[in-house]
């Protein structure tokens, strides 16, 4: 049978139709509107589900069911958005009872990196390795940590949250994470916010990267770009001498599309290690269907 894999973004929703093989035989993208409810932009998505089964009624016969990856914090076992810094109006979005009732189908719930690092982790860069850690830079910063071949989780939904890891001194900080962390210090959201004080103006991040810090070498880009690296490095040094993984993985739209990035995060990370031999970093296979992928293995 078929699998429906949803990947949660602060910035755009997806979801796909995987064969038994996760091949994707139909897709679907859309931005999320910080204007509108969860259960209107989740609306979205449970229509193009009941579009690819012809009928709410053939739903159950075609799909296995359902793999959400979204942003946390989350409570798994009640299917529960708590308060993730980096969606907007989701907050207590009972998500896995929305779309259980909305398609009928079994569904499941994990963190939007959790599933990115399961589908690297099986499929993916981390094949064949004991113990993956993959880290997203996107909006925000993600975790997940994936030991033969299986998400650690935790007792409380919260292990590989590193969003909430404090890396510096830094007292801004908005909804739901820890002043100083690596959400707050290193998220294209965070970035921006640093840019549009630096410069006066509104900046995204690949206006930052490409135009103001690689190709004119502004002294404000510099500081914003140089800092980001260092507190990342400074997070996988952490994580390093915690859980101590074969492979860190890291992906997200920052780390895929800013070139270089990797390079000097590898380089800076070696001076947080025990031992700068151990570290091992790499680009995800999967590149941005990580997430997709990751949900429909949930299933699996």
């Known amino acids: 049978m078929n699998t429906i894999g949803i990947d949660i973004g602060g910035t755009l929703l997806r979801a796909a139709v995987f064969d038994e093989d996760f091949t994707i035989l139909d897709r679907t993208a859309f931005p999320n509107d910080r204007n509108a409810s969860a259960e209107a932009n989740a609306g979205g998505l449970a229509a193009f589900i009941l579009d690819a089964a012809g009928s709410p009624e053939a739903a159950g016969s075609l799909f296995r069911g359902i793999g959400i990856g979204c942003p946390g914090p989350l409570d798994f076992r009640a299917g529960k958005v708590l308060n993730p810094p980096n969606l907007y109006g989701w907050n207590g979005f009972e998500i896995v009872r929305f779309f259980k009732e909305k398609t009928g189908l079994r569904t499941v719930l994990t963190n939007d990196a959790n599933a990115a690092g399961l589908a690297e982790a099986r499929l993916g860069a981390g094949k064949g390795r004991e113990s993956v850690f993959y880290i997203t830079v996107s909006t925000g910063v993600g975790g997940a940590y994936v030991y033969r071949g299986e998400l650690v989780s935790g007792a409380h939904s919260a292990a590989a949250e590193i969003y909430d890891l404090i890396v510096c001194e830094d007292p801004w900080h908005h909804k739901g994470a820890n002043p100083g962390s690596l959400n707050e210090t290193c998220g294209g959201d965070a970035l921006a916010r640093q840019a549009a004080e630096a410069f006066g103006r509104s900046v995204d991040v690949k206006e930052l990267y490409n135009d103001l810090y690689l190709a004119q070498r502004r002294p404000e880009a510099l500081r914003i770009i ?35 990035f990797l390079e000097k995060l590898e380089e800076r990370a070696g001076l947080y290690m025990i031992d700068p031999a151990y570290l091992r970093i790499c680009p995800p296979r999967f590149g941005g269907d990580a997430g997709l992928i990751g949900a429909a293995l949930l299933l699996s």
């Open 226 to 260: 140089e800092r980001a690296v260092d507190n990342l490095a400074r997070g996988i040094g952490n994580i390093a001498c915690t859980v101590d993984p074969d492979l860190f993985i890291v992906g997200g739209s920052i780390a895929l599309h800013c070139p270089g």
